[in-house]
């Protein structure tokens, strides 16, 4: 079993522009950079055990799905992760990618681009929460079983856990039972109705392979049939941690992120300026790399120019407060707040490239 897998593929998945698939036995992600690659490039393969539970979980996820046997079978053999795919496909995969929104030719407004940078923001943000709550939870040490334990009982614990915890929270509650699979399948769901954003948790009792799987669209775990007492608590973390703490922040980040495009071109034009100003009196190299939620520009450490500065900052917190960036950006230093934030990284030239519009001598 490739725990470590399924977790790197939920991670990719959200930056994928499509998944061509093979059934439910091979699946392939593209990604697609019409500025910086000449064709799409494969972000993940998949082919094992576990494809069944991720066929499921795509169905609750945004990104489209395509069948096409041949072209995923091929893909998946004749090309590596992080490559770019061969010449040979680049029709079929052009006809796949011209059906695609994004790439349709229909020039996005600012409204719908803007939408599509905020559900990044909040998948990152789930994944960072999802993750806290997962290491918080195996600090505890809850012991494991080491009784067997049988097929019903299993299934009767988890279904009364879950409907506990769908009742607690308000959230909707399924479960499907597949013969064909061997599987029961457990879904808990809810919605941020304001800002359009779905909260999902799935849980599937495989009797063939005697495992728990429990995942949402950020993270995964596994667990023996007998530990089914140490799965309803892990159910019961993350659940709280989504319907708590994640739908606060939605709310925040959300209101952090409204901007209408006259304000966003101010903000915009700003940060550039004064960019540009700070090179010319200070020498400070910079790239930056702009959507329509944050600005993040990178300052190369003049004092140590294998190191740089990534700064993040929101354009509505730009608007509210521009001296604070005018001096940070004029003596870079770390800074750690959610909407305004500052890290020392190490020196990568091709953020500074004139792509990013670096101001060179």
């Known amino acids: 079993m490739k725990l470590k897998s399924m977790n790197h593929v939920l991670s990719v998945i959200k930056w994928c522009d499509v998944i061509i698939k093979n059934g439910q036995e091979q699946f392939v992600g593209l990604y697609y950079d019409r500025v910086r690659f000449d064709r799409p490039i494969v972000l993940f393969k998949c082919d094992w055990g576990l494809n069944y539970y991720l066929s499921k979980a795509l169905e609750l996820m945004s990104v489209p799905c395509v069948e096409q046997k041949l072209l995923a079978r091929v893909l998946f053999n004749n ?37 599509n940078h905020v559900l990044l923001q909040l998948y990152q943000l789930e994944t960072d929460i999802c993750k806290r709550a997962e290491k918080k939870f195996w600090k505890q040490q809850i012991k494991n079983q080491t009784e067997e334990v049988s097929d019903d009982k299993v299934r009767k614990k988890l279904q009364k856990s879950i409907s506990e915890i769908a009742a607690k929270y308000e959230m909707d509650y399924r479960i499907i039972h597949n013969a064909s699979q061997s599987t029961d399948e457990y879904y808990l769901e809810s919605e941020v109705e304001e800002h359009n954003f779905d909260l999902w948790l799935m849980v599937m009792l495989s009797s063939k392979e005697q495992k728990i799987y429990v995942g949402n669209r950020t993270i995964f775990q596994s667990f023996e049939m007998k530990n089914v007492d140490l799965a309803c608590e892990y159910i019961k973390t993350l659940t709280e941690k989504t319907c708590t703490e994640l739908v606060k922040k939605i709310n925040q980040y959300c209101d952090e992120f409204k901007i209408n495009p006259r304000l966003y071109d101010i903000a915009e034009n700003t940060l550039k300026t004064m960019l540009k100003m700070n090179y010319n009196r200070k020498g400070i190299e910079y790239g930056f790399n702009p959507d329509k939620t944050v600005f993040i520009t990178y300052l190369r450490d003049q004092n140590d120019p294998s190191r740089m500065y990534k700064i993040c900052i929101t354009y509505n917190e730009l608007l509210r407060n521009p001296d604070a960036f005018k001096k940070l950006i004029e003596n870079p230093k770390v800074v750690r707040k959610w909407n305004f934030w500052s890290r020392r990284k190490k020196y990568r030239k091709e953020l500074f490239d004139e792509k990013f519009q670096t101001m060179r001598r």
């Not at 006809?95 to 695609?100: C, D, E, M, R």
Request: charged share 40%.
């Open 79 to 115: 090309t590596k992760e992080g490559e770019y795919i061969d010449t040979v496909y680049i029709s079929e995969v052009a006809k796949i990618y011209s059906k695609l929104p994004a790439f349709s030719g229909e020039k996005e407004d600012f409204d719908e681009e803007l939408n």
